[in-house]
């Protein structure tokens, strides 16, 4: 039997073509390719921050798109992060927060969430468990699953989110200004 060789690097190299579309050149992706790209999350999200006032070393990070999608999550300077994260459950009290099932634009069937809503339940290393709350009125829309196998992924801006909600469109203004802006969250930091 004849061993093939490993493929190198040589054999996978682009090599620009020239393409036309109406008789208008069309420029090369590689001209384009930018550096120092800001991340999708700084580009389209606006990073807000709910405190607790009781519990300052339980901060949250609720990215807030221009649709209105809310990407609820642990904010880095969480405690649970310090102390490591075993395992998170969307079991809390008579609700499993992963059987909520929406359909159809306006998300019909999604559960309805206040503001101090429990979305999942954090387990550290050490046996002590935190509570990640909604921050935000309005629809569940789906958990973020691939949380419960990998826990570390809850460290990743915009992929480590725990829910994704909704709020009325109505309830957007006063959502903004409840939550701490990311200038106002990193100055609430830099006093601590």
């Keep these: 039997m004849m061993m093939m060789a490993a493929p190198t690097l040589e054999d996978y190299w682009y090599e620009a073509e020239t393409q036309e579309i109406c008789g208008v050149k069309?420029?090369?992706?590689?001209?384009?390719?930018?550096?120092?790209?800001p991340s999708i999350v700084e580009r389209f999200y606006t990073k807000l921050y709910s405190v607790p006032p009781n519990k300052t070393d339980e901060p949250q990070q609720i990215l807030f798109h221009s649709n209105r999608i809310c990407l609820v999550g642990l904010a880095k300077e969480h405690v649970a992060f310090e102390k490591g994260i075993r395992s998170i459950s969307f079991e809390v009290g008579k609700f499993d927060r992963s059987e909520n099932k929406v359909s159809g634009r306006k998300k019909s069937g999604g559960m309805i969430l206040q503001a101090d809503s429990t979305l999942a339940l954090v387990t550290c290393v050490d046996g002590s468990v935190y509570k990640v709350r909604s921050c935000v009125q309005g629809k569940l829309v789906e958990v973020n699953e691939r949380i419960v196998s990998r826990p570390d992924l809850m460290?990743?801006?915009?992929?480590?989110?725990?829910a994704i909600v909704m709020p009325k469109i109505e309830h957007c203004d006063v959502l903004k200004e409840k939550l701490l802006s990311e200038e106002a969250y990193r100055e609430m930091c830099e006093k601590k």
């Design 26 to 37: 069309v420029p090369s992706i590689l001209n384009d390719f930018i550096e120092n790209q």
């Design 155 to 162: 460290r990743t801006s915009g992929e480590g989110y725990v």
